[in-house]
């Protein structure tokens, strides 16, 4: 199959890879250009825009961070993909925006007859490069079973919610649950800590119990470290928390702990740490508890 990826960040780069790993014939695009040099050496062609990208393939797959960069490379009316991919072509969105937006995007493309799917991904870097991400799938049964060949080499866990959006919606109540959970983990690996206990053992002690969970098993290491590689960043996980707060808003539903969770990322974004992965909510925690910054002791 011709693919067309188009975004090469933490998560768009791995996936882009492993395509070309399964056999497919990627092109790739990026707006900072050098970032495709490294899949070009691997195997993929590169294209000069969007639209150049998607003149001679099937599939357009997008994976870049927030609502106006998918508008810009799917609908821009000189670069956009739209200008190059043919009638009964499929777009792929793996991209965290609005739900509102893609059922929009998916209507423009629908005009041309071409297929859209809105795909978000869940299961941080380690996901992306490993090819287990959880992919929540939007758009109609035909347009998901043409993608589901793709999506199985980037995911272990791909689930078709309903019609394009639904797989937005999705990402909203998965970002909502994360927040909790990271904000929680740090608290409880801090209280841990000063109370006395080896947070070490503290990990392993819960991680068998109702407490354990892949955040526990895979991010507690930062937080005893207090050092916090990526991952996922803070202030991409704060962006997805705008959207969340906004369809919560629209739906009247009270989202108290996603709300203190933005408002906290707000603050470490704001002292220079957007770009640290978002387990430092602990460092939040740890600094209001008076912990020293290094690595948690018992």
């Given amino acids: 199959m011709n693919i067309a990826v188009i975004g090469m960040g933490t998560m768009g780069a791995p996936m882009a890879r492993n395509l070309l790993k399964a056999g497919h014939s990627v092109v790739v695009h990026n707006r900072t250009r050098e970032r495709e040099e490294p899949l070009e050496a691997e195997g993929a062609a590169r294209a000069e825009s969007p639209a150049a990208a998607a003149r001679e393939v099937d599939v357009v797959l997008t994976c870049v961070s927030d609502t106006p960069d998918v508008q810009r490379v799917l609908l821009d009316p000189e670069i956009g993909a739209i200008?190059?991919?043919?009638?009964?072509?499929?777009v792929?969105?793996?991209?965290?925006?609005?739900?509102?937006?893609?059922?929009?995007?998916?209507?423009?493309f629908g005009e041309k007859n071409i297929g859209y799917v809105d795909a978000p991904v869940s299961g941080g870097s380690e996901g992306a490069i490993k090819g287990t991400l959880a992919i929540m799938c939007g758009g109609s049964t035909a347009d998901f079973e043409r993608?589901?060949?793709?999506?199985?080499?980037?995911?272990?866990?791909?689930?078709?919610?309903?019609?394009?959006?639904?797989?937005?919606?999705?990402?909203?109540?998965?970002?909502?649950v994360i927040a909790g959970t990271f904000l929680a983990l740090g608290e409880a690996l801090t209280l841990a800590s000063k109370a006395g206990a080896n947070p070490e053992k503290v990990v392993e002690a819960i991680a068998g119990g109702v407490a354990g969970s892949w955040i526990l098993q895979n991010r507690s290491g930062n937080m005893l470290n207090d050092t916090y590689p990526l991952g996922f960043r803070t202030r991409l996980h704060r962006k997805d928390l705008g959207i969340a707060l906004e369809t919560a808003r629209t739906f009247e539903v009270p989202v108290q702990i996603a709300s203190l969770v933005a408002t906290i990322e707000d603050g470490l974004i704001a002292q220079g740490f957007g770009d640290e992965d978002m387990s430092n909510l602990a460092r939040f925690v740890r600094r209001g508890a008076g912990v020293p910054d290094g690595p948690m002791k018992g």
């Fill in 147 to 176: 993608a589901k060949p793709v999506l199985e080499i980037l995911g272990g866990k791909i689930t078709h919610i309903g019609d394009v959006g639904a797989g937005q919606i999705a990402k909203v109540a998965n970002q909502v």
């Fill in 92 to 108: 792929i969105d793996c991209s965290s925006i609005a739900p509102a937006a893609t059922r929009d995007i998916a209507a423009t």
């Fill in 83 to 90: 200008n190059g991919l043919r009638e009964g072509g499929l």
